[in-house]
């Protein structure tokens, strides 16, 4: 295997497994490192957040999970299967917060209202230097769609991370909701 052009931690939410599946496969043949990890719990989650679960060296942070008023859509466990001082419920604001400590990494929050101000704040706050994600309900095949386009044009045409996002945002109505922050 030649040396990958970056790395990537693709981070899939519940019930996301077939998007998540179909951006891995497309960012590998760009040539690009991905790490998955398979969001099962709240403490998963967190792992990421705060970096501690993070492979060395990467580049940029994709999470793809299901989302709804700023929220990220969370697995709903039994009660007994939760950890002590475990989380419950869907992560917003204050758990981003909370947990974040992301120096430096670029962030893509890839799912419904996941790129709304407040929620982006807080990642930037949390250490990201830039946090992309859609401020209302875009369709499913235009969140995939808009992935793939961006990293496309960062991975094959050498473009810049806003320039990338530029084209990739004015692919079609959907894609304008794809809003970018940076610090």
Known sequence: MSKPVMNIALVCGPDCDMETQAMRNTFEFFGARVFTYWIGRPNDFISVLNGEDLYPDTDMIVLNF?????????????????????????????????????????????????????????????????????????????????????????????????????????????TTMYQIYEK
């Open 66 to 174: 299901h989302g709804d008023e700023g929220n990220f859509i969370m697995p709903e466990l039994g009660e007994e299967v939760y950890e002590d001082g475990e989380p419950k419920g869907d992560f917003g604001v204050e758990e981003i917060k909370r947990y974040a400590k992301l120096e430096g990494k670029v962030v893509f929050g890839n799912g419904c209202s996941l790129g709304e101000p407040v929620l982006a704040r807080a990642f930037l706050d949390g250490g990201c230097r830039v946090y992309i994600g859609p401020d209302d309900y875009p369709d499913g095949n235009a969140a995939l769609m808009f992935m793939q386009r961006l990293f496309y044009e960062i991975i094959q045409n050498n473009r810049s991370l806003q320039e990338a996002y530029r084209i990739a945002r004015s692919t079609d109505e959907e």
